[in-house]
């Protein structure tokens, strides 16, 4: 059975805090992992990746996959109280069906 | 251009009642997926839908539900004889060609 695990479940940090949120998985056939914010109920989507070790940037957003130990990070450099949100990691396997992990909760004071 | 739509938005039902929460996915999408958030879980895969392909029901938590796809663009979600565990958030998400899934706002569905 395909596995997603997202560490911590929650934090409070401080705005300008810097955030590193974990994603673990294990999955047959992987095919690509991706992180979602979601803050009212649509989660929003933030970044695919499937290649290890390429960093993909998105303003104070980034994100890396080390797919030998199976597992990804998003950092929020900077934090604003604008980040704060439930964020979602999931993985696709060979058949295009997303598994989610149970989301990492990110609150940002100001 | 539009986006992924659901409806109703909110749905309050009894106990043992039948619901019906309809997806509009992106037009040309021609993959559609139903997920479940309850309360402080992440989300739950449903059901997945690929062009003509049979529908993946490998997530479907119990015969009470069951979707459809008509013309491989609108589907339905149904909810038989609903139960209080079934509260949750339904969310609907199309794809094209790809990964990326884009998703609908929503159905918050309130079983008293």
């Known amino acids: 059975e395909d596995k997603v695990v997202q560490s911590p479940l929650s934090l409070v940090v401080h705005e300008g805090d810097t955030v590193t949120l974990n994603c673990s998985y294990e999955v047959t056939n992987f095919r690509s992992l991706l992180w979602y914010k979601q803050e009212k109920k649509a989660p929003t989507f933030l970044f695919m990746l499937t290649s290890s070790g390429i960093e993909k940037k998105s303003g104070r957003l980034s994100s890396i996959l080390d797919k030998k130990e199976l597992f990804s990070i998003l950092n929020i450099t900077a934090t604003q109280t604008g980040d704060s949100a439930v964020y979602l990691c999931a993985v696709e396997a060979a058949g295009n069906k997303l598994t989610f992990g149970g989301g990492t909760r990110v609150l940002v004071k100001p | 251009g539009a986006g992924v739509s659901q409806s109703p938005s909110n749905k309050v039902t009894e106990k043992g009642k039948d619901v019906e929460l309809r997806c509009d996915p992106i037009?040309?999408?021609?993959?559609l997926y139903w997920y479940r958030q309850s309360l402080g879980q992440g989300l739950e895969f449903l059901i997945y839908f690929q062009g003509n392909s049979a529908p993946d029901k490998s997530g479907l938590p119990s015969d009470r539900f069951s979707a459809e796809r008509t013309g491989g663009s609108v589907s339905t979600l149904t909810i038989q004889r609903t139960q209080q565990e079934d509260s949750a958030v339904y969310l609907c998400?199309?794809?094209?060609?790809?990964?990326?899934?884009?998703f609908g706002p929503g159905t918050r569905l309130t079983v008293l």
């Open positions: 998400a199309s794809s094209p060609v790809g990964n990326e899934q884009f």
């Open positions: 037009s040309g999408h021609t993959a």
